[in-house]
T-cell receptor, first 112, second 111 residues
């Protein structure tokens, strides 16, 4: 069974740029959630995707957007990057109806 | 929305001693409470969880207790080992289906 994978591992961008992060869910999992984890803090929920649609969103502005594909993989897009967007971005997957969420290793984004 | 508070923020224990981390939550509709362990440079790893219809759950050296009335839950690690050193997060699964995390506890086990 393949776990949750994310790419890239690290990324450096400058303020105002756009970034796309990718996630492959664990085998058999059809629901994907994205979290932002600032240094020294707990993960903060960004949004969740099920059946290729967003079905839950945290307190993040519209410049954070996402996609889910038919194979359940997902992308997180962030436009107009700000310095405060520097964080570890985590993807988690689960089966709808199950509570257990399994996290990937994360993508470390640095905005200069 | 749900708010989860976690204490302490840091915990130093001698190898072999027990460690206890406590969390409180605010949303009485929350029904699932996982604990995650995060090592440096890695994503959170689910180590144990408890559902709202259960008061206690144990898995080898790790146990979790839940008091729904008081809205608090705790993680207990017995016979701590150096490999238990990590950041531990509690979380509550709210009525919208998202996880709300605590701020984390840095556990350091000294030999």
């Amino acid at each position: 069974e393949t776990g949750v994978t994310q790419s890239p591992t690290h990324l450096i961008k400058t303020r105002g740029q756009q970034v796309t992060l990718r996630c492959s869910s664990q085998s058999g999992h059809n629901t994907v959630s994205w979290y932002q984890q600032a240094l020294g803090q707990g993960p903060q929920f960004i949004f969740q995707y099920y059946r290729e649609e967003e079905n839950g969103r945290g307190n993040f502005p519209p410049r954070f957007s996402g996609l889910q594909f038919p194979n359940y993989s997902s992308e997180l897009n962030v436009n107009a990057l700000e310095l405060d967007d520097s964080a570890l971005y985590l993807c988690a997957s689960r089966m709808t109806g199950d509570n257990e969420q399994f996290f990937g290793p994360g993508t470390r984004l640095t905005v200069l | 929305g749900e708010n989860v508070e976690q204490h302490p923020s840091t915990l130093s224990v001698q190898e072999g001693d027990s460690a206890v981390i406590k969390c409180t939550y605010s949303d009485s509709a929350s029904n699932y409470f996982p604990w995650y362990k995060q090592e440096l440079g890695k994503g959170p790893q689910l180590i144990i969880d408890i559902r709202s219809n259960v008061g206690e759950k144990k898995d080898q050296r790790i146990a979790v207790t839940l008091n729904k009335t008081a809205k608090h839950f705790s993680l207990h690690i017995t016979e701590t080992q150096p490999e238990d050193s990590a950041v531990y997060f509690c979380a509550a699964h709210d009525s919208w289906g998202k996880l709300q995390f605590g701020a984390g506890t840095q556990v350091v086990v000294t030999p």
